[in-house]
């Protein structure tokens, strides 16, 4: 796997741009000395080698690297976004940094208003993750309709590469592949969830049930991953007529579980745009 020549300064140090950014060294794509992050919590700044309380050390440290054009990745709460980015801007503009591309993870911020809180010289890119990127499988989607550099997507493939799949959409899409994929494990583990109470209502411990349920997810998800044939055709192949199964899928069905699946992730897709609006 080719390694990242940008400098990657990422602006806050949570769990998901530790997830992204330890994945990315992991798989020997981003070099330590060219990985930096900016954060206000001390114990979030320990997990790294280069990190930083104060924009200027962040930009000072940025302004020691050559290689690619440097990559920041914006990776704070969305309502945190304009208080973020400021003070980095300032810094920025004070100490002559060189112009950067703006990595946005941020579910519901459009890349118009990311523009048009950086510099005029300075590129945004959007991305969307999700959780599974801490063990190497996440599934990472990249908007790309606004005739970003192709340098600059390079980059950014490169980097989401390491801790997944990535696939490339429109900023129309986006809330729809968050929707899907970016809230998607919420989906499986909330099943998880009630696949466990249930095994322990009809007679099996705690310790059991999560052993039965961790095991059946894990192997029926390497089956689909692996097999050509589409979810409907699996399920049928394990649904024999007026059998266990069929009473098991057929309630169900009576119950409308197909229906509030679809209207669920409908309502997530609606509250990211209701987050870009606000």
Sequence with gaps: MKTLESPVLSIGAGNMAYAILNGA?????????RLAVLDPNSDRRALFANAFESPRGA?????????????????????????AVQPLIDAMNAYDCPSCTWVSILAGSRIDTIQSLVREDDRVIRVMPNTPAQIGLGMTAIASDNDPEASDLQSVRTLFE????????????IDAFTAVAGSGPAYLFY????????????GFTADQASTIVRQTILGSS??????????????????SKNGTTY???????????MNAIVAALTAARDRGRELASE
């Excluded at 099943?191 to 009809?202: H, P, Q, V």
């Excluded at 097999?227 to 049928?236: C, G, K, M, N, V």
């Excluded at 009473?247 to 579980?257: E, R, Y």
Aim: hydrophobic share 45%; charged share 25%; proline share 7%.
């Design 25 to 33: 060294q992991n798989a020997s794509v981003l070099p330590h000395d």
């Design 59 to 83: 930009v000072e440290w940025i302004n020691t690297l050559d290689g690619d054009r440097p990559l920041i990745l914006l990776a704070v709460k969305p309502q945190m976004l304009r208080d």
């Design 162 to 173: 390491a801790v997944g799949e990535v696939i490339e959409i429109p900023e129309s899409m």
């Design 191 to 202: 099943l998880a969830e009630g696949m466990m109470r249930a095994a322990e209502s009809i």
């Design 222 to 239: 390497q089956l689909l991953t692996n097999s050509p044939e589409s979810p409907s055709d699996l399920r049928a192949k394990v649904t």
């Design 247 to 257: 009473a098991a899928t057929t309630t169900l069905d009576d119950t409308g579980v």
